[in-house]
C-alpha cells in the first residue's frame, strides 16, 4: 500500500504537470478562440497541417494521427468544404469515406497560417539568450522523447574533451541527480566541485583526464581519471544523465579510463563508490573491477555503505 509520502509526492507532481500545462497552453495562445490571430482553432489547424504536409488522406486518417472526435472532425471537414478550402474525392474502395486535399485557397490559408505560427515562436525565442534557448529546445527534446514514441533512438554520444563551462555542468548535474535520485544533500555537490576544481588548478595532462559524453551538442555524462600516485590511477565522477541512458555510454566511460590509464603506465585503477549504486556497480564489475573494501558511513545526510574498488592493470 502507498506510503503517506509517496502520495503526496505523487499529488505535487500531478498538480506540477498540470500547472506546466496550463502555462504552455496560454503561452502558446491555443486556448484562444482563434489560433495566432487566425480564423482557425488548435484542432483546425491540425487537419490543415496534416493536408498540407501527408497530401491526401481520408477523414478517418486524420482522426487516428491527431486522436480528434469523429464528430467534430466531420464538423470542421464540412466547414472547410464550404469555405473551398479542401477538396473531397469518395475513395473507390469505401464510398462512404472521402479522400482530401487542400485546394489552391487551402494552401494559401495554410501559409498564412504558418507563418503566423512561425513568427509567434521567433518572438518568444527572440527574448532568451543563446544558452537559454539551446536549454529550452533540450527541455523540449527530453519532454518528447519521455512522453512520446519510445521506438525513436537517441542519437549516438560522442566522448569528447571538456569545454568551458563543462565543470559547472558536472558539479550540476551530480548534485542535482543524486538529490533526486538517492536523497544526497548539498555536501555532495561541494565535494564534487572541490573535485572538480582540484582537476582544473593541477592537471597534468600526460596522466589525467576528462571525458564528456555528448549527444547533439548537449553533455549528458562524464567520468574523470586522475593521479593518485605514480602506480594508481583513480577514476571519479562517473555519471550518465537518465535521458542518455540505454546505450551502454556508463560502460564506453569506464573503458576509456582503462585504456588511457593502461597508456600512461598506472599500474592499477582504484575507485570509490556507495553499495547503493547498483548500476554503476555492474558497470565496475563487468570491467574487471573487483570489490576490495567495504564500510558503513554516514556522508551527504545518508547512513551508506562506501565501497572501494580496484583494477590491475
Known amino acids: ?138 527541455a523540449m527534446e527530453v519532454i518528447e522523447r519521455l512522453l512520446g514514441a519510445p521506438q525513436t533512438a537517441l542519437p549516438p554520444a560522442i566522448l569528447r574533451d571538456p569545454r568551458p563551462g563543462d565543470m559547472g555542468y558536472v558539479v550540476q548535474s551530480h548534485g542535482a541527480l543524486y538529490a533526486s535520485e538517492y536523497g544526497f544533500d548539498a555536501s555532495f555537490e561541494a565535494l564534487v566541485a572541490e573535485i572538480a576544481a582540484k582537476f582544473i588548478t593541477s592537471f597534468d595532462a600526460s596522466r589525467e583526464r576528462c571525458w564528456i559524453a555528448d549527444i547533439d551538442g548537449r553533455p549528458v555524462g562524464s567520468v574523470f581519471l586522475v593521479r593518485d600516485s605514480d602506480e594508481v590511477a583513480k577514476l ?31 599500474r592499477r585503477i582504484t575507485l570509490w563508490t556507495q553499495s547503493i549504486l547498483v548500476t554503476a556497480r555492474k558497470i565496475y564489475q563487468d570491467a574487471g573491477f573487483t570489490l576490495t573494501k567495504s564500510e558503513p558511513h554516514r556522508s551527504f545526510g545518508q547512513n551508506l555503505i562506501g565501497e572501494t574498488w580496484d583494477r590491475d592493470l
Not at 115 to 123: A, C, E, I
Not at 238 to 245: F, G, H, I, Q, Y
Not at 247 to 255: C, E, F, K, W
Open 1 to 138: 500500500m502507498p506510503s503517506q509520502t509517496s502520495l503526496a509526492r505523487s499529488e505535487l507532481e500531478i498538480a506540477a504537470f498540470r500547472a506546466f500545462n496550463r502555462f504552455y497552453t496560454r503561452k502558446l495562445e491555443v486556448l484562444d478562440q482563434h489560433l495566432h490571430k487566425t480564423p482557425f482553432s488548435l484542432s483546425e489547424a491540425r487537419v490543415m497541417f496534416e493536408l498540407a504536409h501527408r497530401g491526401e488522406l481520408s477523414a478517418k486518417e486524420i482522426g487516428l494521427e491527431i486522436w480528434l472526435d469523429p464528430g467534430y472532425l466531420s464538423r470542421i471537414v464540412q466547414k472547410f468544404d464550404e469555405d473551398g478550402l479542401i477538396s473531397r474525392k469518395a475513395l473507390p474502395s469505401d464510398r462512404r469515406q472521402y479522400q482530401l486535399s487542400l485546394t489552391a485557397k487551402g494552401r494559401a490559408a495554410f501559409a498564412k497560417l504558418e507563418r503566423s505560427s512561425q513568427d509567434h515562436v521567433v518572438m518568444m525565442l527572440g527574448q532568451l539568450t543563446g544558452e537559454d534557448r539551446r536549454r529550452l529546445l533540450g
Open 236 to 266: 571519479r565522477l562517473l555519471l550518465v544523465e537518465p535521458s542518455a541512458r540505454g546505450q551502454r555510454l556508463g560502460q564506453r566511460l569506464v573503458a576509456e579510463c582503462v585504456s588511457f590509464a593502461r597508456a600512461c603506465g598506472y
